[in-house]
């Protein structure tokens, strides 16, 4: 019973903390994420059914149709019999923990969860076609990687992006904080540490002086009783004497 209790208060705290962290921007978020997935899976359909092949920037940017990736980037793993499985546990375990760090992070962390759906969503587009086919439709071809990819590599690139951006520069807790909002939020953060830091300082030679009374305490009581018992002593003697007098 007192299992299933700590259980079942584990996942009460889990449902507040989510409600927190869950609010209008988060459900904006969700509806870019089924944006973002379904323009990757549109244009993946129609790069095929209408057998796309043009150029966008003439030796940079370059469409073709028809292009399956068994790999990962690069055509990572693609001569591995094993590679689909492995990719395919490997995007589930990542969509789960970007998904549990997005339901972690407070609302205020707009951009950084924002470019965690994006990630999110180029993760489940490709996710999608290993699924449904066994490899990933690439058709864009970029010369400044000199490869095929595909909107869902778009979209995993730019949220990383966007992610790394954040956490240097702009939320409250950027290593080099930019905006004005960052360095307010890290100014309070470093007040709120030196008055901890503070208080603990004070506290302990209060705790130190109590202790100390308590001994003296103790000190003078036991001295009590030995002079208690001293007088006692002292009483008895003449007793004795008129005693042995008579």
Known sequence: MKTLTLIKDFFIKIGKRIKANFGWKSAVFIGVLIVLVAADLLLKYFEEA?????????????????????????????????GQPFLIALTFIMIFVIAGVILALPERFTLLKLSLYIILAGAIGNLVDRLCFGYVRDFVWLLIVNAYCNFADFWIVIGGIMAVLDMLFFNEWAVFPLTKKAKEAQAEHKKKEEEKKLSAATA????????????KGENSKKEGEKLSEGGEKADDSPSQGDESHE
């Open 50 to 82: 209408y057998e796309w092949k043009f150029d966008v920037i003439p030796g940079f940017i370059e469409v073709q149709y028809g292009i399956h990736n068994m790999g990962a980037g690069f055509s990572w793993l693609a001569d591995k019999a094993w």
């Open 204 to 215: 302990g030679p209060l705790s130190t002086s109590s202790d100390d009374v308590d001994c």
